[in-house]
């Protein structure tokens, strides 16, 4: 347990986006890099109290490569930093929302995670050419908030040296079980723990949803599902529900082998990048219907991305929009025990680009309604408001963002699995009586629509565009702000232009720059913001929001068509990045 102490000196591009770290793998795997990053943060989290000594760190990621070899680096570096006690997941593998359920669930008071260190670049593509990623979650189970970031990122500035056991045995993280290492002097002990990568989610999942109703839909003669987990790390998480739990065919799991190239596809829920369960569910990358001959459709489709905290969501060759989704299961709550116990839900929250689908249902329902800069960090103060702060409870809660993200508070991070479950249940409760005719997707949503309107939508994605360029088109929104409020534009009249501004309700905490926005006076919204998740170059966001109370059955281009070109002439996205031809659109 002898620690080294190794010169090193600052690297430039350290900063943590919407999602931790982000860079190409072979970023992460010169010299010092990773190094670099776990110094500071360890010294960050330290900094802001936490006593190290005491409790677990978790430790695991998405199975990407440098997954295994980055793992034993922050247990070595954990230990010359004085962490004590280590939980990683068996093969290195642990989604994001099973981090934040094994921080929140597992273990006796006196072994409780402190925080963990997640190693994912989510949806974006791995192997050695393309990226990695690593994160910090707390104590509560969710993302570090940006005062912690940022104390990560100004030490990695100045950083002069970071501590290290290299003598500290290589674990075999293939198998469950604990290996306890002793110093010399026996002062201190450590003990690296392989946990099993799904139990503590599971074991959550069983307490939220009713599984005997879900397993009685699944069973049915006329319902069939597909979950394409992309090769990622969910599909351990769905075998053990779908197949272990709800005894389902293993061939309801698709792509369930976690691969450290995701098996060279882009692992990202989306209906360009899920190809193969698109084409299965009768459907193209626009979302609309396409002949598939005699095969037969499954009822309902699922993806998940990389680390396993993404969904989509499809019917019978229907697509549900992610925001349409979060709304919809907010609309349908009590059918969820979980909510149910505690009362009903009583908040919702949706990121700023987000439709205002779920907006309707609060109002309608009376739920407290929160907008929230992009990222699921903003969400946890909300969630966590009265057991931290002595403040408003307002869980349970509901959120959501249009980038295929949707979760709750049984844990502090966006879980694909849950939107799934939260999905089955609703369609378990449309089709309790067994000697009806199915209900579909498509019905449910519908319905939705008939009730409360439909908020047409869309994202269209410009990856990898240069980053000055971009960054200058932003600039120069940001700057005409003013000069573009009340002026009309195409059909539309701009009743506000800004950047949208966050101030935490919880601990008044302020988020400035968060999204370039054109609310129109008809309530439609464009809204332009710089991804942060970008491993390399800049990505470009492009949000488009139509409202229509009743004429709900238009095709969304068509509906999208007259803002989409408002959208475009505001930007000048041509001239600042030479295109306005998107790579995604969503
Ligand atoms: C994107 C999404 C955002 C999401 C984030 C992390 O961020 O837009 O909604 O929270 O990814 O998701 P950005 O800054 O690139 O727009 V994950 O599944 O990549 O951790
Ligand atoms: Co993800």
């Known amino acids: 347990l002898k620690a080294t102490t190794v010169k090193t000196a600052p690297i430039e591009g350290q900063k943590p986006g919407t999602s931790g770290l982000r860079k190409k793998t072979k970023v992460f795997m010169a010299k010092d890099y990773l190094n670099n990053f776990v110094q500071s943060a360890l010294d960050a989290v330290k900094a802001s109290g936490t006593n190290v ?4 760190l978790v430790v695991g990621g998405d199975g990407r490569y440098f997954n295994d070899e980055a793992i034993q680096t922050i247990i070595q570096m954990g230990i010359a930093n004085g962490v004590t006690r280590f939980w990683v997941g068996k093969d290195g593998l642990l989604s994001t929302p099973g981090v934040s359920a094994v921080i ?58 970071y501590k290290i056991c290299e003598g500290f045995p290589t674990i075999d993280i293939s198998t469950v079980g604990s290996t306890t290492v002793k110093s010399a002097d026996g002062s201190t002990e450590v ?10 989610s599971v074991k959550l999942l069983k307490t939220i949803f009713d599984f005997d109703a879900i397993k009685a839909l699944l069973d049915r003669d006329d319902f069939s599902m597909v979950y394409d987990s992309m090769h990622g790390v969910n599909g351990p998480y769905a075998k053990a529900v779908f197949v272990d739990e709800l005894g389902q065919d293993e061939s309801v799991c698709v792509n369930a082998i976690p691969k450290d190239d995701f098996g060279g596809g882009h692992a990202d829920p989306n209906l360009t990048y899920a190809k193969e369960l698109v084409a299965t569910m009768g459907l193209d990358k626009k979302g ?61 929250a949706r990121s700023m680009p987000t439709s205002g689908a779920v907006d309707l249902v609060a109002k309608d329902l009376n739920f407290d309604l929160f907008e929230t800069p992009t990222g699921w960090k903003y969400f946890g103060n909300l969630m966590d408001s009265k057991a931290l702060y002595g403040g408003k409870d307002y869980t349970p809660f509901i959120c ?8 709750s508070n049984h844990v502090r991070e966006k879980d694909g699995i849950w939107a799934v479950l939260a999905w089955l249940s609703i369609l378990a409760s449309e089709n309790s009586d067994a000697s009806k005719p199915l209900v579909t997707v498509e019905d449910i949503v519908t319905k939705h629509w008939a009730k409360y309107g439909r908020n047409y939508y869309c994202r269209w994605d410009f990856e990898g565009v240069d980053k000055a360029p971009a960054t200058a088109m932003m600039d120069k929104m940001r700057a005409d702000t003013t000069a573009n409020t009340g002026k009309v534009v195409g059909k539309y009249t701009i009743a506000t232009a800004d950047d949208f501004t966050y101030v935490d309700p919880v601990d008044g905490s302020i988020a ?12 439609s919204r464009i809204i332009f913001r710089l991804s942060g998740t970008a491993g390399s170059g800049a990505t470009v966001r492009m949000y488009i929001e139509q409202y229509e109370p009743s004429n709900i059955s238009m095709v969304v281009s068509d509906a999208l068509k007259d803002l989409i070109t408002v959208a475009l002439e505001l930007c000048d996205i041509k001239t600042f990045c030479g295109t306005e031809t998107p790579t995604v659109i969503t």
């Open 53 to 56: 000594a005491e409790g677990s």
């Open 104 to 161: 929140r669930e597992r273990g006796p008071v006196w072994q409780k995670a402190f925080g963990a260190f997640i190693l994912t670049a989510s949806h974006n593509p791995g192997g050695p050419e393309e990226d990695f990623g690593i994160k910090y979650n707390c104590e509560n189970g969710g993302p570090a908030p940006d005062k912690l970031t940022e104390a990560m990122y100004a030490n990695t500035t100045t950083i002069k040296e």
């Open 191 to 200: 003990t690296v723990e392989v946990i099993d990568t799904t139990e503590a």
């Open 288 to 348: 609309n219907k396409i002949d598939v001959g005699d095969a037969k459709i499954p009822t309902f489709g699922a993806a998940a991305d990389g680390d396993g905290d993404r969904n989509m969501i499809l019917g019978t060759q229907f697509f549900v929009t992610p925001s349409d989704s979060l709304a919809i299961i907010a609309a349908y709550a009590d059918v969820i025990p979980f909510f149910k116990a505690q009362g009903g839900l009583k908040g919702v």
């Open 400 to 407: 959501g963002e249009e980038s295929f993200g949707t979760g």
């Open 512 to 523: 400035k720059k968060q999204g370039i926005r054109f609310l129109m006076s008809d309530g």
